[in-house]
């Protein structure tokens, strides 16, 4: 078998060529350069094209010459090439060429380029997708940069050209039937000489997306010790109304007014769409310190919102999804080998982390949960709106009612020197039944306050006649009364320097009516030394207690004791090529001394690991541990071992994701969020594609789920071709699309199963075609060139094909190729001999 032969044309020197003869290369492997790439440079008459005696003289077919006689072109039909618009490259896209090699702007072009559609047509195509816009002339500013040899075209056009977002119906995607089921499940188990420990969460979520409605359901399971209890976080169906821009939600909800706190209510609520624009989750982080492997619980309004293991050390949690932006955030740590510790996040240092989207919000509904004194739960009414001020600055205002109880209120916020955010938000309240009447304040401030420097603060102050819907009707004496929030204060900054590192700081302190008070302070520094990275985290914290309706709900009060006091931990992380690093700590907390050392590496895509040594000082204990992630494609795993001398503690992880729609079920590694859909390439198996929620995988029958769009916004969804077999193509590889709010999208890439063929042709005589011969196929269409001792290379051919052969001397013959049937998937090319036969 004759081995492929190279095509080096494109390392030949550039004056071999004259500007205006360059070729591409990119369309087929071969296509007869190599014979060009081998002539003396005096053979070309340079600056005026091709001299076809010489080009004749060396074995080149003058047909070549005359189809490349202007320039470097894109051979007529459809093409898929590399888009990019003013700098900003968009993916991969079909686009069609005429004869001449010039662009055609058909609307799918115009489409993808976010391009406006003009209303004159150059030429007419079969079908109107395939006509031929005359964008140049509308827009005469427009420069088209064409570029064969590698496949891409640059389009510079004027802004006024280019579409305004279309928010709701518009060029986004509509519709769609699928169901989901979400969960994810933890668990950890504590052996030791007198008996055994075991906690077991899990989190499902279960619902359908019907005609761009979102039905969801979401509850936690706890078993801790046997003693199982479970917790419904809500019911509900959601739907955009475009024409409104507002969403709208019915069932069991929580209420997100900007205004006031959120409440749980089994009613109806209408909201501007202010996370249409967001891929999913908020920009809130939470960061802590385990003291050991821990489970880490946040709660809004009384309500588990999210929970996850973590390992000992520093934690920051980012992405989980929030009930509003106006109640704090409880976080509680609870080690797996119990103890632990809680801390308050309030809602004033959220900041730009929930931003306020102008528009009008609207709840009516019943509270959901029993009051304090088990009274009827009351039906609330509240509305608010929210209007710009100018370029900067924005104003909101709302009401609240019950029966027996009345609150109004007011934002305003505000940017100054374009970077200083300043907001208020105040609040007025009436108990009919108390017969008492009170005032909420909150401000905070956040933004630079030099190149290196950031620093956001709040605080928050209410009297004591101040009630919020939850508490009307109790009377002033009660110790739940006394124990509620008097103030609270909040300092966050942050600075970094090239030389010194980066550091940050937050501060946070609550006063009770009671006179209990907590404080807690979380610091880090840390800075890389040649690839090294050395870490300071402090974390310490003094006092507090909670209402007794919020320790009621919590999971916390079991025999462990809560932590209290300052911690300290100092990491040096060096790095050992790769993705393998050793981590080396020392940790202390009260009287506890501990250090450790772990390894950790990234094996490939789907799994990472650590293995760890940890010796705390003064007992003298010693301890082994071992963490292992997998990502087997459709699921998320993650599983951990501790050792030491009185005990053996398990933990893990199971987590993902299962969509049921017409063509099956088909599992995803992600939790699948509001809008989403199904990708499939072909009927080919163990894929990679590249969504925005992270790479997956597709199943045996070809599929994945593409687990969230973001709504309204392009996104991209891209095949990663290496990971095809070696003889399956696409037509195109990435495809971009614009989601509607709630609709399910089906993406499908059309596979072409390319069958590449190196031909030994010979003569009827038995002699090799002479190198140089051009082959054309149907159509009188140019292929390639036969190049040295006969070789034929031929990228597609999937059926039985006549090609038409001229040789140098003005002779043609026919060459009747009737392929094998199918092989080898991943096998490259084929290999054959064929006889070309005289006309």
């Known amino acids: ?113 976010g391009l406006r559609v003009p209303s004159a047509v150059i030429r007419q195509g079969i079908a109107p997708d395939q006509a031929c816009h005359d964008f140049v002339g509308e827009y005469p500013a427009t420069i088209v940069r064409l570029s064969p040899g590698s496949d891409e075209v640059t389009l510079v056009v004027p802004t006024q050209s280019m579409r305004e977002l279309e928010w709701g119906a518009g060029s986004a995607s509509q519709g769609g039937m699928a169901a989901l089921f979400n969960y994810d499940v933890q668990g950890f188990e504590d052996r030791f000489d007198s008996g055994s420990s075991r906690s077991v969460s899990a989190y499902t979520e279960a619902g359908f997306n019907l005609g761009n409605w979102i039905v969801r359901s979401r509850q936690f399971y706890i078993s801790d010790n046997g003693k199982a209890s479970s917790e419904h976080v809500n019911a509900y169906a959601q739907r955009d109304f475009p024409g409104l821009r507002s969403t709208f939600q019915v069932g069991q909800i929580s209420s997100n007014s900007p205004v006031f706190g959120g409440l749980q209510l089994s009613g109806l609520q209408m909201f501007p769409d202010g996370q249409s624009r967001a891929s999913g989750g908020s920009a809130v982080v939470v960061e802590g310190l385990a003291r050991s492997a821990s489970r880490v619980e946040v709660r809004q309004s009384g309500v588990l919102i999210h929970t996850t293991l973590v390992p000992e050390g520093p934690f920051s949690l980012s992405g989980f999804s929030l009930l509003n932006g106006t109640s704090d955030l409880d976080v509680n740590v609870i080690g797996t080998r119990g103890g632990g510790h809680s801390f308050r996040v309030p809602a004033a240092s959220f900041g730009a982390g929930v931003p306020v989207v102008p528009g009008y919000f609207f709840s009516m509904g019943k509270v959901r949960g029993a009051t304090l004194d088990d009274q009827e739960p009351p039906v609330v009414a509240m509305a608010s709106g929210t209007w710009g001020l100018g370029r900067s600055s924005s104003l909101g205002f709302g009401l609240l009612s019950t029966e027996e109880y009345q609150a109004a209120g007011g934002t305003l916020s505000s940017v100054f020197f374009q970077r200083m955010t300043v907001g208020g938000r105040q609040n007025l309240s009436r108990d009919d039944l108390g017969n008492v009447s009170g005032v909420r304040s909150s401000i905070s401030l956040s933004g630079p306050l030099s ?389």
């Not at 003869?21 to 005026?48: K, N, Q």
């Not at 060396?58 to 007529?76: L, Q, T, W």
């Not at 605080?459 to 009660?478: D, F, I, K, N, P």
Request: a neutral charge; charged letters at 20%; glycine letters at 10%.
């Open 1 to 113: 078998m004759k081995s492929l032969p190279k095509a080096g044309c494109l390392n030949q020197p550039a004056s071999i060529l004259p500007a205006s003869t360059s070729l591409s290369c990119g369309s087929t492997i071969f296509i007869g350069l190599a014979t060009l790439c081998s002539l003396p440079a005096h053979g070309l008459e340079l600056g005026e094209g091709f001299d076809l005696a010489v080009l004749s003289a060396n074995g080149i077919d003058p047909k070549v010459a005359h189809y490349f006689r202007s320039a470097a072109r894109f051979r007529e039909g459809v093409h898929v090439v590399g888009l990019r618009v003013n700098g900003n490259p968009l993916g991969l896209v079909e686009a069609r060429f005429d004869y001449e090699g010039q662009l055609c702007f058909t609307s799918k072009l115009l489409e993808k380029a």
């Open 451 to 839: 190149t290196r420097l950031e620093a956001n603060l709040s605080a928050t102050r209410q009297t004591r006649g101040y009630r919020e819907v939850t508490e009307a009707g109790l009377s002033s004496g009660r110790d739940d009364l006394d124990a509620r929030l008097k103030n609270q204060y909040t300092l966050g900054l942050s600075w970094a320097d090239p030389f010194l590192g980066g550091f940050s700081i937050s501060y946070s302190r609550s006063a009770q009516f009671d006179g209990q008070s907590a404080e807690h302070v979380f610091a880090s520094w840390d800075r890389e030394f040649s690839g090294t990275q050395v870490s300071l985290i402090a974390d310490s914290r003094v006092g507090g207690s909670r209402p007794r309706k919020e320790r009621n709900t919590r999971r916390d009060e079991r025999n462990a004791p809560s932590e209290t006091g300052l911690s300290l931990r100092l990491q040096v992380s060096i790095p050992f090529g790769g993705d393998r690093r050793v981590t080396s700590y020392a940790s202390r907390r009260g009287d506890e001394l501990e250090f450790g050392t772990a390894f950790s590496d990234r094996v490939n895509d789907y799994v990472n690991y650590e293995v760890g040594v940890a010796r705390e000082q003064t007992s003298g204990d010693q301890s082994v541990q071992a963490w292992v992630n997998a990502v087997p494609r459709y699921a998320q795993v993650g599983l951990g071992m501790r050792r030491d001398s009185f005990s053996t503690n398990y933990t893990g992880q199971l987590q993902g994701g299962v969509v049921a729609h017409e063509r099956g079920l088909t599992f995803s590694p992600y939790a699948v969020q509001d809008t989403f859909g199904i990708v499939s390439v072909g009927d080919v198996g163990s894929v990679k594609v590249a969504t925005p929620q992270g790479p997956v995988w597709t199943d045996y029958w070809g599929q994945a789920v593409i687990a969230g769009l973001p709504a309204y916004l392009n996104s991209n969804v891209e095949v990663q071709t290496h990971s095809l077999p070696k003889r399956i193509d696409l037509k195109n590889g990435t495809k971009a699309l614009t989601a509607g709010r709630g609709s399910f999208n089906t993406v499908d890439f059309e596979v072409v199963k390319v069958r590449r063929l190196l031909l030994e042709v010979r003569d009827e005589q038995g002699r090799p075609l002479p190198q140089g011969a051009s082959v054309f196929g149907s159509g009188n269409a140019f292929l390639t060139s036969v190049v040295g001792e006969g070789m034929v290379f031929l990228s597609n051919l999937d059926e039985p094909q006549t090609l038409s052969v001229f040789l140098p001397d003005s002779t043609s013959c026919v060459l009747q190729l009737n392929p094998e049937p199918e092989t080898d998937d991943d096998k490259l090319y084929e290999t054959s001999s064929a006889v070309c036969r005289a006309q």
